[in-house]
């Protein structure tokens, strides 16, 4: 079956500019988490949405923002981008029944902001 | 609150030779512990998981991790090690649907 799907692979924007990251689960998962992974934070969990309603939130400002439509699929936006939010952005799938479901991660999004 | 540490930034190992990469956890309730590896701008690949019973947990790629509750532990074992294994290795516990990581161990493989 189909992996967990990323779109766009790279990004390059400006200071000051917002983006949206996309994310498709898979087929039949109803729970998304986005974590953000940067070489001096590590792996930092962002929010996580279940059947269209955020469940859980991390430690971010305001800026960061997600949803999740009725499909699964997810998006999370980020506005007036700083350096610092230059990243890869990981998407993780998962049933959503409990943690012992498991989590599958997509191949991330790389952010550059300049 | 959750927590994991991985002591070991980098480790280098002979091509052949063994491995174990540390794990330790600090978690309130009975842990659910994952390994991923990461190859250079890639995902998150899982390698295995805990949830419960046996503490001996088989993966893939002729990985294993044994679960210490003792000890707070969840090891991760190769016995021989390929070059193809060189890559960055990821511990983490989860809890309340969130995925709490470690920073981290670099794995290189020398010939």
């Known amino acids: 079956k189909a992996g967990v799907t990323q779109t766009p692979r790279y990004l390059i924007k400006t200071r000051g500019q917002q983006v949206t990251l996309s994310c498709s689960p898979i087929s039949g998962h109803r729970s998304v988490s986005w974590y953000q992974q940067t070489p001096g934070q590590g792996l930092q969990f962002l929010f996580e949405y279940f059947s269209e309603t955020q469940r859980n939130k991390g430690n971010f400002p305001g800026r960061f923002s997600g949803r999740q439509f009725s499909n699964s699929r997810s998006e999370m936006n980020v506005s007036t981008l700083e350096l610092g939010d230059s990243a890869l952005y990981l998407c993780a799938s998962s049933l959503g029944a409990g943690e012992e479901s498991g989590y599958t991660f997509g191949s991330g999004t790389r952010l550059t902001v300049v | 609150a959750q927590s994991v540490t991985q002591p070991d930034i980098h480790i280098t190992v002979s091509e052949g030779a063994s491995l174990e990469l540390r794990c330790n956890y600090s978690y309130g309730a009975t842990p659910y512990l994952f390994w991923y590896v990461q190859s250079p701008g890639q995902g998150l690949q899982l390698l295995l998981k805990y949830f419960s019973g046996d503490t001996l947990v088989q993966g893939i790629k002729g990985f294993e991790a044994e679960f210490k509750r003792s000890q707070s532990s969840f090891n991760l074992r190769k016995p021989s090690v390929h070059w193809s294994d060189a890559a960055e290795y990821f511990c983490?516990?989860?809890?309340?649907?969130?995925?709490?990581f470690g920073k981290g161990t670099m794995l290189l493989v020398s010939p």
């Open positions: 983490a516990v989860t809890g309340y649907s969130t995925l709490t």
